[in-house]
């Protein structure tokens, strides 16, 4: 093992050129930036820091993909609570604010009146050194992946010299305010002709950010006028890996180690058995927080037909808040069933036997 951490640039890449390394990649957010210059300065195979400069930056993505010709959302960086009157201006209402960089929608939030957009933005920017985006609300169209399921997927995609290979679409159930997810399952539930739009969607933002080798995690808006890009991930998405296992027997961890050596795409056409499933316990979206009592109903979930694992995290005395995004899940519930329509069903039945206890 090779801790980099305290070196410089140039030192972390010559430790890493003289162990012989033949490939380089990353699973978190915030080390792209890095590994990128590390795989640069070491002639090794992953996104470039150019094209990772698209992927971490918010407002930047937005911009390449308009100037690609992919999709235009309008987007707009600030960093003081001043400059968001002339962001809206441009944007409109209703928008979004979200950080620059950042993944798990951290401090993600809607805003429907400027009032509101000043007061969100006098929180998120207090101190100074946050840099924000305002940008363009995109709605959803909640009978497109049908009844009970979210307005939203991600797609599961492998690059390799260029050549770009689809793994799967996942599916997501209905969000929690403001912008959290509750889960997510494999395969999605979408008619066939909207799933070639996904993914030709998918496609075009992948080239038009220049992205040649690894994974990528892409999440789109079923919208009213069908799908838009929510945004670009240089990376696996949590969760998707250990689902493709269950649900399909792909590894997509050995897919991004192969990428990342250059080798030659292995990517079959998936096939399921059943619907794969994870839920999180999400609290509810409280303006001030609350303080965890308890979770109760959690032996009547373990006991559903499906459920195999329940896992909560939650210790009594945490402080809940939305702003957490999806840091702040208090657990989660693992499963698999026949269908999608089983599926329904099993959510409905743990929504209804979980209950949160406050203080």
């Known amino acids: ?19 012989g390394v033949e490939g380089i990649t990353t699973f978190s957010e915030y080390r792209l930036a890095q590994t990128a210059e590390l795989a640069a300065a070491c002639g090794l195979v992953f996104h ?14 937005r911009a390449r993909l308009r100037d690609a010709g992919v999709q235009s959302t ?7 609570v001043g400059e968001v009157p002339g962001a809206l201006d441009e944007v409109g209402l209703p928008a979004v604010i979200k950080p620059r960089s950042g993944a798990g929608s951290v401090d993600t939030c809607r805003v429907d009146t400027r009032e509101q957009a000043m007061e969100r933005a006098g929180r998120f920017l207090v101190g100074g050194g946050a840099e924000f985006v305002v940008e363009e609300f995109l709605a959803g169209d909640p009978e497109a992946a049908g009844p009970g ?26 969000l929690a305010e403001p912008f959290r997810e509750t ?20 496609e075009a933002s992948v080239r038009g950010l220049g992205i040649t080798d690894g994974v990528t995690h892409v999440e789109i808006k079923l919208t009213p006028d069908g799908p838009r890009l929510i945004e670009v991930n240089g990376r696996m998405g949590g969760y998707v890996g250990a689902l493709l296992r269950r649900s399909a027997r792909f590894d997509l961890l050995r897919a991004a180690l192969r990428a990342a050596l250059g080798m030659p795409l292995e990517v079959p ?3 399921f058995g059943g619907v794969e499933f994870v839920y999180f316990v999400t609290p509810p979206a409280t303006e001030d927080g609350q303080t965890l009592a308890g979770v109760r109903g959690l032996d009547e979930v373990a006991a559903l037909d499906g459920v195999w694992q329940v896992k909560v995290e939650a210790e009594a005395g945490r402080e809940l808040h939305w702003r957490a995004g999806t840091e702040g899940h208090l657990g989660t519930v693992h499963g698999a069933v026949a269908d999608h329509a089983a599926l329904r069903g099993t959510i409905a039945a743990v929504d209804a036997a979980i209950v949160l206890e406050y203080v």
């Open 48 to 61: 470039s820091p150019e094209v990772v400069d698209g992927l971490v930056d918010k407002e930047r993505q």
């Open 74 to 80: 309008r987007c707009v960086a600030v960093s003081a």
């Open 1 to 19: 093992m090779l801790d980099v951490g305290g070196l410089t640039r140039e030192e972390a890449a010559k430790a890493v050129a003289e162990l």
């Open 269 to 271: 056409e998936p096939s």
């Open 149 to 174: 399921f979210g307005d939203y997927v991600s797609v599961e995609s492998v690059s390799s010299g260029g050549l770009l290979r689809h793994v799967c679409v996942t599916g997501k159930l209905p």
């Open 183 to 202: 889960g997510m399952f494999q395969p999605a539930c979408l008619p066939a002709a909207l799933e070639q739009e996904v993914f030709a969607l998918t």
